[in-house]
């Protein structure tokens, strides 16, 4: 069901990623469009020959923003205090490297620093380490320059969540391996004929059984221990028939080479069967992380505040501390954390978290604010607590409750498939007994059925659809946070879209893109002064568009002007010569009545120079996505925050009735929603907090990446860029990959009746089993491969 893609889609040259250029555009946003002048202009385009064809996240809008470099200012003090050598080293967490192209940037620009002396970068850890003569070295500008090509310096911390499972995996198949390789040493010379009386015989006997041993302890171990705890909580887990064939085969071969029975010994199965296993688990873990590291390290939520008065007077406290009564400030660009009354004359907020408006408004002396709402005007704002952080409703929508288990469909495999293979061993063992009186004959038809069933082609061709499925879909831009994703979405039968950050961007597009590139330097530059750290959306719009068209313009902009706001009406700044700019409302302070059809206006002295329109800026392909949605008979719903009007327009551009949306939503009546229309069927695809409650009723649940987002952390999947053709391209994934795994499940049912009936003959020889299962793990991958790179129908 993937959306089709218009004739006049492109790639962003920069990223990479897939967009509809809006006019002749070359770039899928503003930030990659900088990134790229400035690539150009320092002489660093090996970046592009180094990154190839992948594809990476777009820049987006974060190059915008300034860094806040204080704490990594103090940081390289205290190393250099404490340090007695002439070249000091430090350890930073970094944001953004996504290919070898990243990793040679940054050490590129590192090189060029004063003081430079080393650097050393860990991409899977997300971690720079670097070295630099003390006192010659400035921390600041390297930061400076790493952000201005989409990377983020912060002091660091280990995230042992994400990389410690992968870090024991990778041990784990180091060491089996080794085992792996002298076991077949030892027990190979058995195979081509080494007469027991050898003298070396008994010894490479033992040397095999003790390296199998190992590889059971070190690998094996893994999956008895994961068998056992999903066994505690009654929970079904692929890691069970796993266990259960690893202890059967170890335990036949300790029988086996102490009876001296051939027949039972499996040593060299259980090596090669842990190593096979540990490296199909860890592909599977490796992609799930691959995929989080993309994600930005951001504390979601607001963070800290400064406290007024009392003790603590002008010192910042984080929003724990914030108590009923509490007098606080909150700087440009940072949320409410608490409802509270404002003591300023008035201000401007945005209340784009709270009811999804992106429209800042103004907010006069001592009324309410709410919870959630942030400060985009220029001067920090002085607020009255009227609740404390723990009894705020920002509070308690931030808390995520965990999921609830539901049973899958692999669950419910697998109880048939362990009791069927049970049932067939035991009465095979029992047939056996009876026909023969053999009890050594009958344990070696049970052992080897409970061995050739196990599920090892499974276990490393489905982790290896996973990757192939999260590979396609990184092409598109979306990224799996959880494999429970999958079968989540095969229960979706409605998609929810908030609007404001979802269907369209954060920010709004700027109609008419020649007005700057048709300014002057003087009023480039006078612009350049009034958007500067003034987070009102349209001023971002168009600060971007500047330094999109000219780079080097920051850097003009040392010196701080001071630049007034007008609350409600705009911004002002006096240069030299008593000339006054303005840029607000299309008629404000305006010599005559020139602009009233814009949004905006920049003014000198009152003459008009530019006007500026403005439009909510719809993402790509949005309008063929909800198209393959109602082509694939999945309802398609808008549930947003915003006025009607607006909602109404979006919907008739998307081709959606009335009947599928709802404005001026809140959180409750989005999860309400979700509860009465669509409950245990919904995708929601939010971004603000106004979203979360309707994050917690929906089955499955995906972000863009933005600025402010606060449900990166509860989301299955996220995405970048300005298209939406990866959520289509999502379902249309999880059906290919349903349909291959369903051929790679056939070929293990045929694999398996096949091996189980020369078990049940008594048929099956060790060497056998040991030549069966690394052809049908090899025939699976094969189905996987070919299933996966097909085309969808």
């Given amino acids: 069901m993937a959306a089709t893609a218009s004739a006049k889609s492109t790639q962003c040259t920069h990223c990479g990623t897939p967009f509809i250029p809006k006019s002749d555009e070359h770039f899928c946003c503003h930030g990659c469009y900088y990134v790229a002048q400035l690539l150009d202009a320092q002489d660093l385009g090996r970046f592009y020959e180094l990154k190839g064809d992948q594809v990476v996240p777009p820049v987006g809008s974060k190059v915008f923003h300034e860094n806040d470099t204080v704490a990594l200012e103090a940081a390289i ?10 070249v000091a080293h430090i350890r930073f967490s970094i944001e953004g490297i996504s290919c070898i192209g990243c990793v040679w940037l940054i050490e590129a620009i590192f090189k060029r620093q004063a003081g430079a002396a080393g650097v050393r970068i860990d991409p899977r850890s997300s971690a720079v380490e670097l070295s630099w003569q003390t006192a010659h070295f400035d921390i600041k500008a390297f930061a400076t320059e790493l952000q201005k090509i989409g990377y983020r310096l912060s002091l660091y911390t280990e995230d042992s969540n994400v990389h410690n499972s992968t870090k024991q995996l990778t041990h784990r198949i180091g060491l089996c391996g080794f085992f792996l390789l002298n076991t077949m040493l030892f027990t190979l010379p058995g195979y081509l004929g080494m007469a027991d009386d050898f003298f070396l015989a ?13 590889s059971l302890c070190v690998g094996g171990g893994y999956f008895i221990h994961r068998a056992w705890q999903a066994a505690q909580n009654k929970v079904l887990h692929i890691d069970l028939p796993i266990a259960t064939g690893l202890i059967a085969a170890y335990l ?30 860890w592909l599977q873990e490796y992609a799930l992380e691959k995929n989080r590291s993309h994600l930005q390290r951001q504390q979601v939520g607001p963070r800290k505040v400064t406290q007024l008065g009392g003790a603590n007077d002008g010192q910042s406290i984080t929003v724990q501390s914030v108590t009923k009564d509490l007098e606080y400030s909150i700087a440009p660009g940072e949320i409410n954390p608490v409802a509270a009354d404002l003591l300023d004359d008035s201000g401007t907020l945005s209340l ?6 992106a429209e800042p408004l103004i907010w006069k002396r001592e009324r309410i604010t709410p919870a959630g709402s942030i400060n985009v005007g220029m001067q920090s704002l002085r607020f009255r607590a009227r609740e404390s952080w723990a009894d705020s409703l920002l509070a308690k929508l931030l808390e995520r409750p965990g999921d609830v288990f539901q049973e899958s469909r692999l669950q419910t495999v697998l109880k048939w498939y362990i009791g069927t293979i049970l049932i067939i061993a035991g009465v095979g063992f029992t047939a056996w007994l009876v026909s023969t009186g053999n009890v050594l004959k009958a344990t070696q038809v049970l052992i080897s059925i409970l061995v050739v069933s196990c599920p090892c082609a499974l276990g490393v061709a489905l982790p290896m659809c996973d990757e192939f499925a999260t590979t396609r879909l990184r092409r598109a831009g979306l990224f799996i946070k959880t494999s429970q994703i999958w079968e989540r979405i095969r229960q979706v039968s409605t998609v929810v879209f908030d609007k404001t950050g979802t269907l369209t961007m954060d920010i709004p597009r700027l109609d008419n893109p020649k007005a700057i590139q048709e300014l002057d330097p003087l009023s480039i530059q006078a612009l350049a002064h009034l958007v ?19 780079p080097h313009l920051g850097q003009a902009l040392l010196s701080v002007p001071i630049v007034e706001e007008f609350v409600g009406n705009g911004v002002a700044w006096k240069a030299a010569a008593h000339n006054e700019w303005t840029l607000g409302k299309p008629n404000w302070k305006a010599a005559h009545s020139d602009a009233a059809d814009a949004h905006s206006a920049l003014r000198q002295n009152g003459l008009l120079i530019a006007v500026f329109h403005f439009s909510e800026d719809v993402r790509d392909d949005a309008k063929k996505a909800i198209e393959a949605f109602q082509q694939a008979k999945i309802r398609t719903t808008i549930l947003s925050g915003d006025i009607e009007s607006r909602v109404t327009q979006i919907a008739q551009q998307l081709g959606l009735s009335e009947a599928h949306t ?17 409950n245990g069927s919904a995708l929601m695809i939010g971004d603000g907090v106004n979203d979360s409650l309707a994050f917690d009723k929906a089955i499955c649940r995906g972000t863009p990446v933005v600025d402010r987002s606060i449900l990166q952390a509860s989301a299955d999947f996220f995405f970048f860029g300005r298209s939406l053709r990866c959520i289509p391209e999502l379902f249309t994934t999880t059906q290919l990959r349903r349909h291959t795994i369903q051929m790679v499940f056939t070929a293990a049912v045929l694999y398996n009746i096949a091996a189980v009936t020369l078990c049940l003959m008594g048929k099956m020889h060790p060497l056998l089993a040991a ?10 991958l094969a189905i996987a491969w070919l299933g996966m790179n097909r085309k969808p129908v």
């Fill in 252 to 281: 036949g071969s300790l029988i086996g080479w102490y009876s001296g029975t051939i027949e039972l010994i499996y040593f060299d199965f259980v090596a090669t069967f842990v190593f096979l296993m540990l490296a199909g688990r």
């Fill in 352 to 357: 784009e978290w709270i009811n999804g408006e």
């Fill in 662 to 678: 709802r404005s001026s939503c809140t959180p409750s009546d989005k999860a309400d929603w979700i509860d009465t229309q669509a």
């Fill in 771 to 780: 030549i069966l299962m690394p052809l049908s793990s090899i025939a699976t």
């Fill in 77 to 86: 003090r205290e190393v250099e205090v404490t340090t007695e050598k002439p």
């Fill in 532 to 550: 500067d750290h003034n987070l009102h959306p349209i001023a971002r719009s168009l600060r971007e568009a500047l330094l999109a068209n000219h």
């Fill in 202 to 214: 008994p010894l490479f006997q033992l040397l095999g059984a003790l390296f199998a041993t190992l």
